[in-house]
Nanobody, 124 residues
Framework: QVQLVESGGGLVQAGDSLRLSCAAS????????MGWFRQAPGKEREFVAR????????AYADSVKGRFTISKDSAKNTISLQMNSLKPEDTAVYYC?????????????????WGQGTQVTVSS
């Protein structure tokens, strides 16, 4: 089992920055991929960014590329999502997730463990 706890959400204005963190515990993460997803009201959960724990390879959704950066801290067993130039359409509940790294697909169904989510609201 992997336990994930997100933090760092909040209310910001358009153009501001916010940093989300996800603390992982329960298992070594060397064989995992770690992802951020988001879900806005009335919409499906969507992929935001992913990092492969062993090696640090990253991937991003087109909608956040160039604005968001995913990173990991191996010493602290955490991942972060630095979000810059935030837009109102970035408003959503953001979830941290972990899944086996042998499956590089972006689908939410390829992730086994999920955090409880943290709300990000961007006002115009």
């Amino acid at each position: 089992q992997v336990q994930l706890v997100e933090s760092g959400g909040g209310l910001v204005q358009a153009g501001d920055s916010l940093r989300l963190s996800c603390a992982a515990s329960g298992r070594t993460l060397s064989s995992y991929k770690m992802g951020w997803f988001r879900q806005a009201p009335g919409k499906e959960r969507e992929f935001v960014a992913r990092i492969i724990w062993n090696g640090g390879r990253t991937a991003y959704a087109d909608s956040v590329k160039g604005r968001f950066t995913i990173s990991k801290d191996s010493a602290k067993n955490t991942i972060s999502l630095q979000m810059n130039s935030l837009k109102p359409e970035d408003t959503a509940v953001y979830y941290c997730a972990a899944g086996p790294s042998y499956n590089l697909a972006y689908r939410a169904s390829t992730y086994n463990y999920w955090g409880q989510g943290t709300q990000v609201t961007v006002s115009s």
